[in-house]
């Protein structure tokens, strides 16, 4: 007769805002680091199509972001305009809510002045990569007031930094970009402790490849349907996106690994994404953020330019698998995690 | 800084009558139809046919390094130095559930309001009682009786100073607890007669 007894606490604190946020808040970092890895490759070789990338990457790395505050926000069960008071509320610098609040801002605030001075004043542009200055455009159109771009264009030419300032907000950008993502690992990470799931050592790398894989996937796949991108472009970073997938798969199968030598969390987690829905949730994941998206790669190196596997279509399609299994990753991390049990002797 | 406050809990005098978390329950206006404050389950230990059923009464540990007080982004969660109770400031507590995930307890509950609250071991009355209250006084000193000990039929749950706490406890259970970081002195089950043995 074994000598104890297992007391199973609570788990599901969390709603799939939050796992949308972590996967917004993911992707979002991930196209600030496409558009500055476009930037620095544009202004060495001068190529039209790091120009449409970076500015695609900026204006949805923004876009993510605003989204992914609002689901944050979204999953709060207290009152709302408490969380709006955070620069006095959010004091506990041992919580990585807190410290993540505020690289979430300062991201924002610096993701939103890359995108204004990459689409407005000099470096406007009336392709669709300018799409942040056509609604400022239509909007004050609609709203009649129509000298609002005139002063957007203004203050983009007068703030945009040069020489050493440009450097410097190019590698501080990217580095806050990288923050950002491994700060949602970390929110979780904090409670490694009581939920073996998400694991302190192996969450943040797992985060930053599926976020910077999923950012590549979404930047270029608009960009090639609305700035018609060069194909030996796609490809390039379709290629980056496959490396990085595939130390995601690494990274994901050691952490599902650590689940095999855990305690009797790490084991009800293990029977929980191996049966059920939970099962279901770990093959769709696997299948469509890693081994489809390759599979495509794969056989679109195979059968050569000429084929249909070949085509956008295709190419668009592996793209949104790969978004598709960015999110399914934080869903499963959300809903499938189980907290340690107290053992009764 | 003040003696740190705890719970005792001996398994071998509860007979799972839910007195403790009916009573806290009553004196601090939770909904009657849930467990919240304080829980009591039926651990079953062994496997089949030599099963029993250990009953169990939880609540907040109070624990000396209180992982929901290190998660909460907002300060509302504080471990008081005078009596080492942990307390809930709802009037900042933004309801986002990170404490949920740290407690090792299951301690932190959410109200339709969305705002946490748990045991203060009776530091006040209802949710919110016991944050910017008074250091706790024994019941000679003129403090309250938690509900959960005043009404706990065979005297498994008492709560007071630590030291007082572990005059009463055995070594086992005093030595169990210099290696754990919770603020709870549990007595082992000693005797397997005491449990409630599984009848097919």
Known sequence: MTSFGLWWGGAGHWDVFVAIYLFLGGISGGAFLVAAIAEWFGERSGHEGYEFITRWGWTLSFGTIVVGSWTLLAHLSGPFLRAFMFPVKFTNWTSWMAIGTWVVVTFSLVVMARMIWATFGAEATDDPSGLPRHVVNKLGNNLFVDWGIDLVDWGADRTRPTGVLKRLVQVGGAALAVMLVIYTALLLSAVGWMVPLWNGTLLPPLFVASGFSAGIAMVIAVTAWQNDLDSHLVHRFGLLDDAVILGEAVVLAALLYTLTTGGYGAARTLDGLTSGGGLLLLVGMISAGLLLPLAISAAQSLVGSGSVLASRRVTTAKFGLVIAGSFLLRFLLIFTAVQQPIIVT | ?200
Request: glycine letters at 12%; proline letters at 7%.
């Open chain 2, 1 to 200: 800084m003040g003696e740190q406050w705890g719970f005792y809990f001996d398994s071998d005098k509860c007979i799972g009558c839910h007195a403790c978390s009916v009573s806290c329950k009553q004196r601090h206006g939770r909904d009657p139809e849930q467990d919240e404050w304080r829980t009591v389950k039926n651990v079953t230990t062994g496997e089949f046919p030599d099963v029993s059923s250990l009953p169990i009464s939880m609540s907040c540990m109070h624990c000396s390094d209180a992982p929901c007080e290190k998660v909460c982004p907002c300060n509302s969660i504080q471990k008081r130095e005078e009596d080492g109770i942990v307390v809930v400031d709802r009037d900042s507590c933004i309801g986002c559930h990170y404490c949920g995930w740290a407690c090792p307890y299951g301690a932190p509950t959410y109200d339709d309001g969305g705002i946490m609250s748990k045991c203060n071991l009776c530091l006040g009355e209802g949710p919110g009682g016991g944050y910017e209250m008074p250091p706790r006084e024994e019941q000679e000193g003129g403090g309250s009786q938690p509900a959960c000990v005043d009404n706990c039929v065979g005297g498994a749950i008492e709560a007071g100073p630590i030291s007082e706490l572990k005059d009463k406890a055995t070594t086992e259970a005093v030595e169990q607890f210099e290696q754990e970081p919770a603020n709870v002195i549990v007595e082992a089950n000693r005797e397997d007669t005491n449990a409630f043995p599984y009848e097919a």
